[in-house]
């Protein structure tokens, strides 16, 4: 092979398209991962002899006479939180390549300081790496880094959230307009709601960082053509600091009794939990997003009524693998943009979703 016809090397998309399956079925044949009829797996094995594609695609990357090295730039975390989960999903797509002789390297910004972010786009970009991966915080500040990748003609592939308008080749998350909007119906369906508490994290002081600000407008969105006479108040609270939360959570109910209806467009409902368990009110509804461990516990307790979620780890998975993907074989994803299924959560459901996503 050589690089003169690299752009006849079958794809996984290709094998996809032939089988009539989604790429997410052949990822899984390959890689052993179950889920998948056995005649559908046979199908599967039938078209990669048949097309002759290789899930270790080295003999590409032989051609390219390329080594190949992706920076995943990502927010800081805790081990729990949700960049945690994510996390996992980079190092188990990264192994899923590693025949590519591709290395990736995390580089990790505290996403309450837009300098921060500046300083490791900057770092990435002295690196000069063969591409780039990272998700919205700072749109400013990633329009100029994304600025500066095309100046160098490095490509970049958006995970978890995406900002349209710049030049990335793939996309791999919730739609979070849309998950705003299930979360709305959730908290509201089939209710008379005169008002919601919405509760905030306070997070750079120049509020320049609003990762949910999306997920929050598909959330207003609902609420504005469905109850529109509905007051929705925000309560801004400071992530790590138990004591002061339970004070802030305190003051607004006392003060607004009649709030019944309660949402966090974040990742971390948990953090009310301690409010909401030491002060429990009939017909209190609670809506949250996202599977990490603290909100499924909330969920078992009866604290929060649903979760909208999505297999967090599987959509970092894909973004490495699928780039990957590109950047070797120079052929464009089938699908810029990859949504991720939503699911949702309640007390009832969420012990064997937990084990399903335990086992990925």
Known sequence: MTPDNRDNI????????????????????????????????????????????????????LASHKKLTFACLIPKFEEGEYWSVAYK????????????????????????DVESFRRESARILEARPSGVITNVVFAEALKEFAASLDACGIPYAFVDQKLDGLNYKVYFGADPWEAGRLGAYLLTHRMDVKDIAMVRILRDSGRLADPNKVRRKGFMDYIDKHYPECRVHSVFIPPYNPQEIYRILD???????????????????????????????????????????????????????????????????????????????????????NYMHMDILNRLNAHHYEIQRLNL
């Open 251 to 337: 003051d607004f109910f006392k003060e607004h009794p009649e709030v019944k209806h309660i949402t966090m467009a974040n990742s971390r409902i948990h953090l009310i939990s301690e409010y909401l368990r030491r002060n429990p009110v009939p017909d209190r509804h609670v809506v949250g997003f996202d599977d990490l461990d603290k909100n499924i516990e909330a969920l078992t307790e009866g604290l929060v009524e649903f979760l909208v979620t999505r297999q967090i780890s599987m959509q970092s998975y894909y973004t490495v693998s699928r780039f990957a993907e590109y950047v070797i074989s120079g052929k464009l994803p089938a699908e810029r943009d």
């Open 89 to 112: 999903g980079f190092i188990d797509g990264s192994r899923s390549i590693q025949t590519y002789d591709v290395h990736t390297e995390i580089f990790l910004y505290d996403p309450d």
């Open 10 to 61: 079958p794809t996984i998309h290709d094998v996809a398209r032939e089988a009539g399956v989604s790429r997410a079925t052949v990822d899984r044949v390959l890689y052993r991962r179950g889920g998948v009829s056995s005649a559908t797996a046979e199908k599967v094995r039938e078209v990669v002899e048949r097309l002759g594609y290789s899930a270790n695609p080295n003999a590409s990357r």
